[in-house]
C-alpha cells in the first residue's frame, strides 16, 4: 500500500478561518441544558454523535447537559452518564416504520432547563418535548440535519404530509434554527420556512491516538499499491452499491490500478460480503468490518483517498477527518457537499447515484500526480479547521445566549 504522500506529520497549526470563534466562549452563567434526539450511543450514527459532540463540548465550558433519546434496542440502563452528559433513555410503546419510537416523556420533568436543543422535527419524541417546552415558555432550538429520502410514490406522499403537518410547526414554533449547509438553508425557503436560520457545520475532533494497521487487513494487500477507501455505515444511504457498480465498470477491460477497503457495520453487511465475492478483481476489495479509531487513523494516514458516494447526507463526520488528515475526498454532489469540495480544492466531486462518473472520478484520483494529491490534501486540512467541535460549539453556544436574552 502506498503511504498518503500528504501526510507531513501529526501536528497541525490551526487559523481559526471561516469567522469561527477563536477561543472558549465566555457564558454570562452556567445554562442547564436538554438535548433531544431520538437515538443515542451506542447507537451508530452522525445525529447522535453530533449531539454528543456539542454536549461533552458544553459540559468541558461549565454547563449542565442532559441527553433525553428514545431506548432502542432496550437497554438495561435507563439513566446514566456519558462524558459528563445526563442520559435517559425512555421505553418505546412500538417504533412506526422502524424509525420513530412512540414514547411518553411525561414521567420526567423540564422546570430545570434554560434551554431544549431539539434536533430533527419529525420524530414522536422532538414533537412531545417540543409540545411540553412551548406550554411552559421554555426557549427552543432546532436543528434540521437532513432531508431524508423516501423512496415509492405512497412514501413521499407521507413524508410530505409530515413535514406540512409537523416539520414546518417544529421550525416554526422554535426560537432559534440550524441546519448544517447553505444547500438546507435554501431547502427550507423552499419549502416555506421563514425566519433567521443560522448556518452552523456538523463538527469532528481530531483522532490523537497513533494509527495501528487494521487486523482484519489481509497481509497480502500490495505495498505498492493504491488504494481507495470507503468508511461508514453500511446502509443504503451510504451508496454502497453505487461503489461496487463503479468498481465492475472500471474492471471492465483489466485489474483496476487500486485496491477497494471497507469499513464499518450495518444492516448491508451481510449482503456486501456476498456481493463481493461476485464481482471481478474482488481479491482485490477488502472488507474490515467495524475499525477502531487507531484504525481509521492508519486508514486516513496510508489510504491515497477516500470515497463517499452517498445517496443522501447532512455532513458526513468521515469527510471532515479526512480532510483534516490531508487525504483527498471522491463525494457525491448530494445536498451541496460535492460543492462544498469544490470550492475547498481537496478532491473530486461526481454526480450522486453515477456509477459511471464515480468509475471515473476513482480513476482520475488514482492516477493523478504526487503534486496534485498534496494540493488537495494541504487545502483540505486548511479548509477543516472551521468545523473542529469546540468552534462549532462556540457558535451554537453564540445562538444560545441570544436566545436567551430576546
Known amino acids: ?36 434526539h431520538v437515538w443515542f450511543w451506542p447507537h451508530i450514527g452522525g445525529g447522535n454523535q453530533h449531539v454528543e459532540h456539542i454536549g461533552r463540548e458544553l459540559v468541558k465550558r461549565g454547563h449542565n447537559v442532559t441527553v433525553w ?24 410503546k412500538r417504533v412506526l416504520g422502524g424509525v420513530d419510537p412512540i414514547v411518553s416523556t411525561t414521567q420526567k420533568s423540564i422546570d430545570e432547563f434554560d434551554l431544549i ?21 421554555k426557549p427552543i432550538i432546532t436543528t434540521y440535519h437532513n432531508d431524508y429520502i423516501k423512496h415509492g410514490f405512497i412514501s413521499n406522499i407521507i413524508k410530505k404530509m409530515r413535514w406540512a403537518l409537523q416539520g414546518r410547526r417544529t421550525l416554526h414554533s422554535s426560537n432559534g434554527k440550524i441546519v448544517l449547509t447553505t444547500f438546507f438553508e435554501n431547502l427550507l425557503r423552499e419549502k416555506g420556512v421563514k425566519g433567521d436560520i443560522e448556518i452552523i457545520p456538523n ?31 453500511l446502509s443504503e444511504q451510504k451508496g454502497l452499491d453505487v461503489l461496487l457498480k463503479a468498481w465492475e465498470i472500471s474492471s471492465l477491460n483489466s485489474k483496476p490500478d487500486f485496491d477497494l477497503i471497507i469499513a ?76 462544498l469540495v469544490n470550492d475547498a480544492k481537496c478532491g473530486i466531486s461526481f454526480d450522486s447515484g453515477s456509477d459511471i462518473e464515480l468509475s471515473k472520478s476513482m480513476n482520475l484520483l488514482i492516477s493523478s500526480s504526487k503534486k496534485q494529491l498534496h494540493e488537495w490534501g494541504e487545502a483540505g486540512n486548511m479548509a477543516a479547521d472551521k468545523f473542529l467541535w469546540k468552534n462549532v460549539t462556540e457558535e451554537i453556544l453564540k445562538l444560545y445566549n441570544r436566545v436567551l436574552k430576546k
Open 1 to 36: 500500500m502506498v503511504k498518503n504522500p500528504n501526510r507531513t506529520n501529526r501536528l497541525v497549526t490551526y487559523s481559526h478561518a471561516g469567522g469561527m470563534s477563536k477561543g472558549p466562549h465566555k457564558a454570562d452563567s452556567k445554562l442547564n441544558i436538554l438535548l433531544v
Open 69 to 92: 433519546c428514545a431506548d432502542v434496542p432496550e437497554h438495561d440502563e435507563k439513566e446514566f452518564q456519558r462524558g459528563g452528559i445526563n442520559v435517559v433513555r425512555f421505553i418505546p
Open 117 to 137: 436543543h431539539l434536533h430533527d422535527t419529525l420524530p414522536t419524541l422532538i414533537r412531545q418535548v417540543l409540545k411540553r417546552a412551548k406550554k411552559q415558555n
Open 203 to 233: 463538527g469532528f475532533v481530531p483522532i490523537l491516538e497513533s494509527g495501528i494497521r487494521p487486523l482484519k487487513l489481509p497481509d497480502k494487500v500490495e505495498n505498492e499499491r493504491q488504494t481507495l477507501t470507503f468508511i461508514g455505515r
Open 264 to 339: 464499518g457495520k450495518g444492516e448491508l453487511g451481510e449482503w456486501l460480503v456476498k456481493k463481493v465475492e461476485t464481482i471481478p478483481f474482488s481479491q482485490h476489495i477488502h472488507v474490515l468490518g467495524v475499525v477502531s479509531e487507531e484504525e481509521k487513523q492508519w486508514l486516513f494516514e496510508n489510504s491515497t483517498g477516500i470515497v463517499i458516494p452517498s445517496k443522501f447526507e447532512g455532513l458526513p463526520t468521515v469527510l471532515l477527518e479526512a480532510m483534516h488528515n490531508r487525504l483527498p475526498v471522491i463525494m457525491s454532489n448530494v445536498n451541496g457537499l460535492g460543492e
